[in-house]
Nanobody, 123 residues
């Protein structure tokens, strides 16, 4: 199995930046596609970004494209989400997710989920 633990969330002013990390463990990590999702209070969980197991393919939601960057370091068993030009609308709990299928992660139905980390953007 794959175990996921997010970190790096916090409070930031609008226009600022945060870098989220997702530490993964388990023998299947190197073969797993990864993704980030977020959920604001009273809202459904939404897709943010996805990356293939090799890191060669990425996909972003329109709302974060050009501002957020997903990357991974398989040697460190870690996936990152660099968030720049943050807006109050980005406030949410951010979740790391993983699955053996890239298309499954991109479509929003990955098998494994982390516990989430809170990101709050003040105006």
């Amino acid at each position: 199995q794959v175990q996921l633990v997010e970190s790096g969330g916090g409070l930031v002013q609008a226009g600022g930046s945060l870098r989220l990390s997702c530490a993964a463990s388990g023998r299947t990590f190197s073969s797993s596609a990864m993704g980030w999702f977020r959920q604001a209070p009273g809202k459904e969980r939404e897709f943010v970004a996805a990356i293939s197991w090799s890191g060669g393919t990425t996909y972003y939601s329109d709302s974060v494209k050009g501002r957020f960057t997903i990357s991974r370091d398989n040697a460190k068993n870690t996936v990152y989400l660099q968030m720049n030009s943050l807006e109050p609308e980005d406030t949410a709990v951010y979740y790391c997710a993983a699955d053996l299928s890239y298309t499954t992660v991109r479509s929003g139905t990955p098998r494994y989920w982390g516990q989430g980390t809170q990101v709050t953007v003040s105006s």
